[in-house]
């Protein structure tokens, strides 16, 4: 059995792709691009047993209802740890981390985000697990193909083996030095795709937030075990300081390592994004459902029912979902999560 444990992280509320993502159903357990869900494709690019040993899923207890079933064909092995709150990305890999053996290699992996080139991924999975076995911590370097402003970056150091040294980490550029990183050629953007060697990222979790690794590990021993579903004790996982794995481990740590992935990827972290990923006509328009758009360019129509009509308005998305609608120019799309109504559903 091949010890690269795929670590699918189901957190996230989705909240800037409403009405169609929603709190209580967010964007990893709806079909957004294609038949599958983005977490159904995510365990399917891991569904290859030559390569990927069974996953372990995070998800939070009011998303299981989701998780379970639309896993159940693709990774029937699955193990489950139930978060009873989310407390970011750290805590949760250590959960995972613990959960595993030792020296099983960890494949980090968003339950949301779409990747285009399947086979570019697992080789990349491949070579981030040859650096993480010889205790490096493994960022997935994403071939940056624009000067995005919402996105983290990583620069490359030396060469290393089957990737690269981190040189650096740097925060969400605006967007006069996003265009610098790109005519650099030695940034990429941070996916938040990592590998690590499960007892490697502990000690380096131990090194740099000793006090939330106690923590987790109290939470972990302390767990309900049912069947395929771990549960961490509630009292100790409420004690833990919640932090994102880059703040908490990857910035800090002096073996942190990447591999390119040009693997055609996209985080779908708004509605734009996800109608980059959407097959479009001629003139850029996209539609999903009824609609017809007439006199006009760069514009989609999402709706699950009504037959929507857009004329003469470039550059917008309409979206139907039930008795929600939202009209946004697409350079506007990041203020959908703002909306009261979006973040109370």
């Given at each position: 059995?091949?010890?690269?444990?795929?670590?699918?992280?189901?957190?996230?509320?989705?909240?800037?792709?409403?009405?169609?993502?929603?709190?209580?159903?967010?964007?990893?357990?709806?079909?957004?691009?294609?038949?599958?869900?983005?977490?159904?494709?995510?365990?399917?690019?891991?569904?290859?047993?030559?390569?990927?040993?069974?996953?372990?899923?995070?998800?939070?207890?009011?998303?299981l209802?989701?998780?379970?079933?639309?896993?159940?064909?693709?990774?029937?092995?699955?193990?489950?740890?139930?978060?009873?709150?989310?407390?970011?990305?750290?805590?949760?890999?250590?959960?995972?981390?613990?959960?595993?053996?030792?020296?099983?290699?960890?494949?980090?992996?968003?339950?949301?985000?779409?990747?285009?080139?399947v086979?570019a991924?697992?080789?990349?999975?491949?070579?981030?697990?040859?650096l993480?076995r010889?205790?490096?911590?493994?960022?997935?370097?994403?071939a940056?193909?624009?000067?995005?402003?919402?996105?983290?970056y990583?620069?490359?150091?030396?060469?290393?083996?089957?990737?690269?040294?981190?040189?650096?980490?740097v925060?969400?550029?605006?967007?006069?030095?996003?265009?610098?990183?790109?005519?650099?050629?030695?940034?990429?953007?941070?996916?938040?795709?990592?590998?690590?060697?499960?007892?490697?990222?502990?000690?380096?979790?131990?090194?740099?937030?000793?006090?939330?690794?106690?923590?987790v590990?109290?939470?972990?021993?302390?767990?309900?075990?049912?069947g395929?579903?771990i549960?961490?004790?509630?009292?100790?996982?409420a004690?833990?300081?919640?932090?994102?794995?880059?703040?908490?481990?990857?910035?800090n740590?002096?073996?942190?390592?990447?591999?390119?992935?040009?693997?055609?990827?996209?985080?779908?972290?708004?509605?734009?994004?996800?109608?980059?990923?959407?097959?479009?006509?001629?003139?850029?328009?996209?539609?999903?459902?009824?609609?017809?758009i007439?006199?006009?360019?760069?514009?989609?129509?999402?709706?699950?029912?009504?037959?929507v009509?857009v004329?003469?308005?470039d550059?917008?998305?309409?979206?139907?979902?039930?008795?929600?609608?939202?009209?946004?120019?697409?350079?506007?799309?990041?203020?959908?999560?703002?909306?009261?109504?979006?973040?109370?559903?």
């Amino acid at each position: 059995m091949p010890n690269i444990v795929p670590v699918v992280l189901c957190g996230g509320s989705g909240t800037r792709l409403w009405p169609r993502s929603r709190v209580q159903r967010p964007k990893p357990y709806i079909p957004l691009i294609g038949e599958m869900t983005l977490y159904q494709a995510t365990l399917q690019r891991c569904a290859q047993p030559e390569i990927f040993a069974a996953p372990i899923i995070i998800v939070g207890e009011k998303h299981l209802e989701f998780a379970q079933p639309q896993a159940a064909s693709i990774s029937p092995n699955a193990r489950f740890i139930v978060e009873p709150i989310g407390r970011n990305t750290a805590p949760a890999i250590a959960l995972a981390a613990l959960t595993a053996e030792p020296d099983d290699i960890l494949l980090v992996c968003p339950s949301d985000h779409h990747i285009l080139d399947v086979e570019a991924f697992r080789s990349a999975a491949i070579a981030a697990a040859d650096l993480a076995r010889d205790e490096w911590l493994v960022s997935f370097g994403i071939a940056a193909t624009a000067p995005e402003t919402g996105y983290g970056y990583i620069r490359r150091g030396e060469p290393l083996g089957s990737g690269y040294r981190v040189h650096s980490f740097v925060e969400k550029p605006d967007l006069a030095t996003a265009l610098s990183f790109l005519a650099d050629g030695n940034y990429a953007w941070n996916g938040g795709i990592f590998a690590y060697r499960a007892g490697t990222f502990l000690s380096e979790l131990e090194i740099h937030r000793p006090e939330m690794a106690a923590a987790v590990r109290s939470a972990w021993y302390e767990a309900q075990r049912d069947g395929e579903c771990i549960r961490p004790n509630p009292d100790c996982f409420a004690a833990i300081k919640g932090e994102s794995v880059d703040y908490a481990v990857m910035e800090n740590t002096a073996h942190a390592a990447m591999v390119d992935a040009s693997m055609g990827w996209s985080d779908i972290g708004n509605w734009d994004a996800l109608m980059q990923q959407r097959k479009a006509d001629a003139v850029g328009n996209v539609i999903y459902g009824p609609g017809e758009i007439i006199d006009a360019t760069g514009t989609m129509i999402d709706s699950d029912g009504p037959h929507v009509t857009v004329i003469g308005a470039d550059n917008i998305v309409v979206v139907v979902d039930g008795e929600d609608i939202l009209v946004t120019a697409r350079d506007a799309v990041q203020q959908v999560g703002k909306a009261s109504r979006c973040r109370s559903q």
